[in-house]
C-alpha cells in the first residue's frame, strides 16, 4: 500500500486545496502531502486561516514547479522562492504590512505573470523579470492609500518589463492615472481598471 501512494504522488503534477480543504483540520494531511509530491508544476494554497510558517519549509523543493497561488505570509515565502527560480506564474494574497515587503531581491527570472499586492510589486520585479502580465488588488485600506504614481513610476518597473496586460485597483484621488500607464507600459495590448473597495475610506 505504501509504494502505491508513493506511485501516486509521483504522478501529481497540480495540487490545489481550497476553501474549506484548507481549513487548521486539514493542516497537517496538507503538509504530509506536500512532502510525498516532488513533481507539481501547479502549487494552489488558499487556507481559511493563517497557516504555520513551516506550511512551505525551507527543504521543500519542486524542481518542476511554474506556477504558484498562495495567501501565505510573505515572510514565509522568501526562502521557497529563492529555491524555485523557473517560476512563471505567481498569485500572492496573504497579508504583508511591513514597509518594506520580505519578498525584497527574490530572484525570479522567469517571471511572466503576477498578481499581488501594491507594496510587493518593486520587490518582485526589481530583479529584471521578464513581467508581460501584471495584476495588482487592494486587500486592505493601507494598500489603496499606495501611491499609484510611485507604483507605476518607470524606476519601479524595470525596462526588461514588457507589460501587455494590466490589471489595477486604484482609489479616487489619484490623477492622470492614463498618462503614467502609458509611460510605464507603452506596448500594452489589454487594461482593466478596477476602484478600490476601500477607496471611499481614502482621503
Not at 501516486?8 to 503538509?31: H, P, T, W
Request: charged share 15%; proline share 6%; net charge neutral.
Amino acid at each position: 500500500m505504501a509504494k502505491h501512494q508513493i506511485d501516486i504522488a509521483l504522478r501529481v503534477d497540480i495540487i490545489e486545496v481550497l476553501n474549506k480543504a484548507g481549513s487548521l483540520a486539514s493542516f497537517n494531511s496538507i503538509q504530509a502531502i506536500l512532502k510525498c509530491t516532488k513533481n507539481i508544476t501547479t502549487l494552489h494554497l488558499q487556507f481559511s486561516f493563517k497557516p504555520d510558517c513551516h506550511i512551505l519549509p525551507a527543504t521543500l523543493v519542486f524542481k518542476n514547479l511554474m506556477t504558484l497561488n498562495v495567501n501565505i505570509p510573505h515572510t514565509t515565502l522568501a526562502q521557497f522562492l529563492a529555491k524555485h527560480l523557473d517560476i512563471q506564474n505567481l498569485v500572492l494574497g496573504g497579508p504583508c504590512n511591513l514597509p518594506i515587503c520580505p519578498l525584497t531581491g527574490c530572484q525570479l527570472p522567469h517571471l511572466k505573470d503576477l498578481v499581488c499586492l501594491p507594496g510587493c510589486v518593486r520587490a518582485l520585479t526589481s530583479a529584471g523579470s521578464p513581467l508581460q502580465r501584471l495584476g495588482v488588488f487592494h486587500d486592505t485600506i493601507q494598500d489603496s492609500g499606495f501611491q499609484t504614481t510611485q507604483l507605476l513610476n518607470l524606476t519601479c518597473i524595470p525596462s526588461s518589463c514588457i507589460l501587455a496586460t494590466l490589471h489595477l485597483d486604484f482609489n479616487h484621488t489619484v490623477t492622470d492615472l492614463l498618462t503614467y500607464i502609458d509611460a510605464a507600459a507603452p506596448g500594452l495590448c489589454f487594461l482593466k481598471l478596477m476602484e478600490s473597495p476601500f477607496s471611499d475610506r481614502v482621503r
